[in-house]
Protein backbone atom coordinates (compact mmCIF):
# COMPACT_ATOMS: atom_id res chain seq x y z
CA UNK A 1 0.00 0.00 0.00
CA UNK A 2 0.81 3.51 -0.33
CA UNK A 3 3.34 4.74 2.40
CA UNK A 4 5.82 7.55 3.15
CA UNK A 5 8.10 7.31 5.78
CA UNK A 6 10.93 9.24 7.29
CA UNK A 7 14.54 8.13 8.50
CA UNK A 8 14.72 9.70 11.43
CA UNK A 9 12.26 11.39 13.89
CA UNK A 10 14.74 14.22 15.05
CA UNK A 11 17.43 16.13 14.01
CA UNK A 12 19.69 18.67 15.94
CA UNK A 13 22.02 21.25 14.11
CA UNK A 14 24.12 24.12 15.16
CA UNK A 15 22.75 27.20 13.74
CA UNK A 16 24.93 28.47 10.50
CA UNK A 17 25.02 24.58 9.74
CA UNK A 18 23.27 22.83 6.66
CA UNK A 19 20.36 20.16 7.46
CA UNK A 20 18.99 17.40 5.50
CA UNK A 21 15.62 15.78 6.29
CA UNK A 22 15.41 12.43 4.32
CA UNK A 23 12.28 10.94 3.50
CA UNK A 24 11.84 7.25 1.89
CA UNK A 25 8.26 6.43 -0.05
CA UNK A 26 7.07 3.22 -1.28
CA UNK A 27 3.88 4.31 -3.66
CA UNK A 28 6.15 4.13 -7.20
CA UNK A 29 3.09 5.89 -8.55
CA UNK A 30 3.53 8.52 -7.06
CA UNK A 31 4.20 11.89 -9.34
CA UNK A 32 4.23 15.17 -7.03
CA UNK A 33 6.00 14.98 -3.93
CA UNK A 34 5.87 18.33 -1.07
CA UNK A 35 7.62 19.58 1.41
CA UNK A 36 6.00 21.16 4.79
CA UNK A 37 7.21 22.98 7.51
CA UNK A 38 4.83 23.37 10.89
CA UNK A 39 5.30 24.89 13.51
CA UNK A 40 3.89 24.19 16.85
CA UNK A 41 0.01 25.14 17.00
CA UNK A 42 0.16 26.44 13.22
CA UNK A 43 -0.74 24.67 9.74
CA UNK A 44 1.40 23.21 8.08
CA UNK A 45 3.21 25.74 5.51
CA UNK A 46 4.56 24.92 1.58
CA UNK A 47 8.33 24.58 1.83
CA UNK A 48 9.13 23.61 -2.39
CA UNK A 49 7.65 20.74 -4.63
CA UNK A 50 8.80 18.54 -7.11
CA UNK A 51 7.28 16.37 -9.75
CA UNK A 52 8.73 13.03 -11.00
CA UNK A 53 9.95 13.92 -13.93
CA UNK A 54 13.21 16.51 -12.48
CA UNK A 55 15.58 14.98 -9.45
CA UNK A 56 16.27 18.81 -8.24
CA UNK A 57 14.80 21.48 -7.43
CA UNK A 58 16.30 24.46 -5.26
CA UNK A 59 14.63 27.03 -3.42
CA UNK A 60 15.65 29.92 -1.34
CA UNK A 61 18.01 28.28 0.86
CA UNK A 62 16.26 25.00 0.10
CA UNK A 63 17.27 21.93 -2.23
CA UNK A 64 14.73 19.01 -2.64
CA UNK A 65 16.15 15.78 -4.59
CA UNK A 66 14.30 12.83 -5.61
CA UNK A 67 16.14 9.17 -6.09
CA UNK A 68 13.00 7.67 -7.90
CA UNK A 69 15.24 4.31 -8.32
CA UNK A 70 15.44 4.01 -4.12
CA UNK A 71 12.00 6.03 -3.72
CA UNK A 72 14.23 8.58 -1.81
CA UNK A 73 13.51 12.12 -1.05
CA UNK A 74 15.47 14.49 0.69
CA UNK A 75 15.39 18.38 1.99
CA UNK A 76 18.46 20.05 2.01
CA UNK A 77 18.29 23.33 4.12
CA UNK A 78 21.16 25.61 4.31
CA UNK A 79 22.78 28.21 6.64
CA UNK A 80 19.98 26.94 8.74
CA UNK A 81 18.25 28.94 11.39
CA UNK A 82 16.69 29.36 14.72
CA UNK A 83 13.69 30.21 12.77
CA UNK A 84 13.80 27.00 10.93
CA UNK A 85 13.11 24.94 13.90
CA UNK A 86 10.40 23.10 13.55
CA UNK A 87 8.12 19.57 11.93
CA UNK A 88 9.20 18.96 8.87
CA UNK A 89 6.73 16.62 6.43
CA UNK A 90 7.03 15.41 3.31
CA UNK A 91 3.93 14.36 0.90
CA UNK A 92 3.13 12.81 -1.86
CA UNK A 93 0.49 12.31 -4.42
CA UNK A 94 0.06 10.05 -7.53
CA UNK A 95 -1.66 7.79 -9.71
CA UNK A 96 -5.28 8.18 -9.52
CA UNK A 97 -5.10 9.86 -5.92
CA UNK A 98 -6.29 13.22 -5.41
CA UNK A 99 -4.75 13.38 -1.41
CA UNK A 100 -2.02 14.07 -0.22
CA UNK A 101 -0.21 11.20 2.21
CA UNK A 102 1.89 12.57 4.82
CA UNK A 103 4.97 10.55 6.48
CA UNK A 104 5.24 11.49 10.21
CA UNK A 105 7.75 14.17 10.39
CA UNK A 106 11.27 14.69 11.50
CA UNK A 107 11.50 17.50 14.05
CA UNK A 108 14.01 20.16 13.38
CA UNK A 109 16.37 21.45 16.36
CA UNK A 110 18.42 24.32 15.51
CA UNK A 111 20.67 25.20 18.74
CA UNK A 112 22.30 29.05 18.33
CA UNK B 1 -3.63 38.30 -0.68
CA UNK B 2 -5.12 36.14 2.31
CA UNK B 3 -4.10 32.59 2.32
CA UNK B 4 -6.95 29.66 3.79
CA UNK B 5 -8.79 30.45 6.40
CA UNK B 6 -10.39 28.23 8.82
CA UNK B 7 -12.55 29.15 11.95
CA UNK B 8 -13.12 28.39 14.93
CA UNK B 9 -9.97 28.59 15.97
CA UNK B 10 -10.63 26.40 18.82
CA UNK B 11 -13.44 24.46 19.64
CA UNK B 12 -14.57 22.24 22.88
CA UNK B 13 -17.16 19.75 22.18
CA UNK B 14 -19.05 17.22 24.17
CA UNK B 15 -18.93 13.35 23.23
CA UNK B 16 -21.83 12.98 20.86
CA UNK B 17 -22.54 16.47 19.80
CA UNK B 18 -22.08 17.78 16.26
CA UNK B 19 -19.39 19.89 14.95
CA UNK B 20 -19.17 22.45 11.98
CA UNK B 21 -15.82 23.55 10.52
CA UNK B 22 -15.69 26.16 8.14
CA UNK B 23 -12.76 27.10 5.73
CA UNK B 24 -11.99 29.95 2.91
CA UNK B 25 -9.59 28.84 0.21
CA UNK B 26 -6.94 31.07 -1.57
CA UNK B 27 -8.24 33.66 -3.56
CA UNK B 28 -7.97 32.05 -7.29
CA UNK B 29 -8.23 28.30 -5.90
CA UNK B 30 -11.30 25.92 -6.20
CA UNK B 31 -10.05 22.87 -4.47
CA UNK B 32 -10.34 22.04 -0.77
CA UNK B 33 -9.08 19.15 1.28
CA UNK B 34 -9.67 18.41 4.43
CA UNK B 35 -7.28 16.67 6.57
CA UNK B 36 -6.74 15.26 10.36
CA UNK B 37 -4.07 15.59 12.34
CA UNK B 38 -4.02 13.65 15.80
CA UNK B 39 -0.76 15.01 18.09
CA UNK B 40 2.47 14.04 17.17
CA UNK B 41 1.01 12.30 13.65
CA UNK B 42 1.20 13.80 10.19
CA UNK B 43 -1.79 14.84 8.47
CA UNK B 44 -4.48 12.22 7.25
CA UNK B 45 -6.47 12.65 4.68
CA UNK B 46 -10.46 13.08 5.06
CA UNK B 47 -11.82 13.81 2.15
CA UNK B 48 -11.32 16.66 -1.23
CA UNK B 49 -14.14 18.97 -2.62
CA UNK B 50 -13.92 19.80 -6.26
CA UNK B 51 -17.07 21.77 -8.00
CA UNK B 52 -19.41 21.34 -5.02
CA UNK B 53 -18.77 17.60 -4.83
CA UNK B 54 -17.11 14.87 -2.83
CA UNK B 55 -13.98 13.52 -5.53
CA UNK B 56 -11.91 11.49 -2.92
CA UNK B 57 -12.84 10.40 0.38
CA UNK B 58 -10.33 8.53 2.38
CA UNK B 59 -10.63 6.08 5.34
CA UNK B 60 -13.11 8.22 7.79
CA UNK B 61 -16.31 7.19 8.84
CA UNK B 62 -19.64 8.85 7.59
CA UNK B 63 -20.07 10.83 10.68
CA UNK B 64 -17.40 12.97 8.73
CA UNK B 65 -18.94 14.91 6.02
CA UNK B 66 -19.04 18.19 3.88
CA UNK B 67 -20.00 20.69 1.45
CA UNK B 68 -18.83 22.64 -1.05
CA UNK B 69 -20.62 26.37 -1.86
CA UNK B 70 -21.01 27.42 -4.59
CA UNK B 71 -17.69 30.55 -3.57
CA UNK B 72 -15.44 27.67 -2.66
CA UNK B 73 -15.91 27.67 0.76
CA UNK B 74 -16.33 24.34 2.40
CA UNK B 75 -17.76 22.84 5.77
CA UNK B 76 -16.83 19.98 7.58
CA UNK B 77 -19.18 18.00 9.46
CA UNK B 78 -18.80 15.14 12.39
CA UNK B 79 -21.54 13.99 14.02
CA UNK B 80 -21.61 12.13 17.09
CA UNK B 81 -18.83 13.42 18.04
CA UNK B 82 -15.79 10.87 20.03
CA UNK B 83 -13.04 11.36 22.27
CA UNK B 84 -11.12 10.27 19.73
CA UNK B 85 -11.77 12.81 17.18
CA UNK B 86 -10.28 15.38 19.34
CA UNK B 87 -7.50 16.68 16.44
CA UNK B 88 -6.33 19.41 14.29
CA UNK B 89 -8.48 19.92 11.56
CA UNK B 90 -6.98 21.60 8.45
CA UNK B 91 -7.85 22.78 5.47
CA UNK B 92 -5.90 23.06 2.08
CA UNK B 93 -6.39 24.52 -0.83
CA UNK B 94 -5.24 24.19 -4.61
CA UNK B 95 -6.10 25.49 -7.61
CA UNK B 96 -7.32 23.12 -10.94
CA UNK B 97 -8.95 20.36 -9.18
CA UNK B 98 -5.72 19.54 -7.08
CA UNK B 99 -3.03 19.02 -9.28
CA UNK B 100 -1.00 22.13 -8.38
CA UNK B 101 0.61 22.84 -4.40
CA UNK B 102 -1.49 22.98 -1.67
CA UNK B 103 -2.00 25.24 0.92
CA UNK B 104 -2.93 24.71 4.33
CA UNK B 105 -5.22 26.91 6.77
CA UNK B 106 -4.00 27.17 10.35
CA UNK B 107 -6.11 24.45 11.24
CA UNK B 108 -9.31 24.27 14.00
CA UNK B 109 -8.24 22.48 17.45
CA UNK B 110 -11.01 20.68 18.36
CA UNK B 111 -11.74 18.85 21.72
CA UNK B 112 -14.17 16.64 22.40
CA UNK B 113 -14.66 16.11 26.12
Known amino acids: GESVGLHLPTLSVQEGDNSIINCAYS??????FIWYKQESGKGPQFIIDIRSNMDKRQGQRVTVLLNKTVKHLSLQIAATQPGDSAVYFCAEKGGSNYKLTFGKGTLLTVNP | DAGVTQSPTHLIKTRGQQVTLRCSPKSGHDTVSWYQQALGQGPQFIFQ???????QRGNFPDRFSGHQFPNYSSELNVNALLLGDSALYLCASSRGGGTTEAFFGQGTRLTVV
Open chain 1, 27 to 32: NSASDY
Open chain 2, 49 to 55: YYEEEER
